[in-house]
T-cell receptor, first 113, second 114 residues
Framework: QKEVEQNSGPLSVPEGAIASLNCTYS??????FFWYRQYSGKSPELIMS????GDKEDGRFTAQLNKASQYVSLLIRDSQPSDSATYLC?????????????FGKGTHLIIQP | NAGVMQNPRHLVRRRGQEARLRCSPM?????VYWYRQLPEEGLKFMVY????????ESGMPKERFSAEFPKEGPSILRIQQVVRGDSAAYFC????????????FGPGTRLLVL
């Protein structure tokens, strides 16, 4: 079974700084990668998807993918207290196409005011 | 465009009873996924369905659990003879097609087994 690994944290970052969240995956054939944010007691909310090596930016969020190293990261610039949540990295079972997702256990991020 | 809908949001059952969880996907979405999140655990895939078909049920326990997505109406996750270990948050997600794979999650059903 595919594995997705994340540091559980908590990761504490001062307000206004850059938060860096990391994820590694076991299946070299994986093609699609997703970052979700989950507030306590709530459902996962899609933040970013990335399919190609390199960086993808969306507002304050940047996803970075390195398939050779089997590594995907999420950077959050100008961190806000409202960014405090658990961030989940996810990879489709089959590596691509509609399929069930394998999730990491998530990184708990705390933004300190 | 309404999001993924799940009901009930909270469900309390006694051991041995049946739990039925319902999920209506986003408009235009024909793929439904069910996930379970145990307390202090990560999200685990259970089953993937399209209309009238189970595509992948590899993550669903072999006993007591079943899922369906009929031609008309919501997808149903059914848990028979619930036990305390079934207490968890059950999330449904949907995606529009086999090609567009991004999944959008519903608010979840919190099941508590007494």
């Amino acid at each position: 079974q595919k594995e997705v690994e994340q540091n559980s944290g908590p990761l504490s970052v001062p307000e206004g700084a850059i938060a860096s969240l990391n994820c590694t995956y076991s299946d070299r054939g994986s093609q699609s990668f997703f970052w979700y944010r989950q507030y306590s007691g709530k459902s996962p909310e899609l933040i970013m998807s990335i399919y190609s090596n390199g960086d993808k930016e969306d507002g304050r969020f940047t996803a970075q993918l390195n398939k050779a190293s089997q590594y995907v990261s999420l950077l959050i610039r100008d961190s806000q207290p409202s960014d405090s949540a658990t961030y989940l990295c996810a990879v489709p079972y089959s590596g691509g196409g509609a399929d069930g997702l394998t999730f990491g256990k998530g990184t708990h991020l705390i933004i300190q005011p | 465009n309404a999001g993924v809908m799940q009901n009930p949001r909270h469900l309390v059952r006694r051991r041995g009873q049946e739990a039925r969880l319902r999920c209506s996907p986003m408009k235009g979405h024909s793929h439904v996924y069910w996930y379970r999140q145990l307390p202090e655990e990560g999200l685990k895939f259970m089953v993937y369905l399209q209309k009238e078909n189970i595509i992948d049920e590899s993550g669903m326990p072999k006993e007591r659990f079943s899922a369906e997505f009929p031609k008309e109406g919501p997808s149903i996750l059914r848990i028979q003879q619930v036990v305390r270990g079934d207490s968890a948050a059950y999330f449904c997600a949907s995606s529009p097609s086999r090609v567009e794979e991004t999944q959008y999650f519903g608010p979840g059903t919190r099941l508590l087994v007494l």
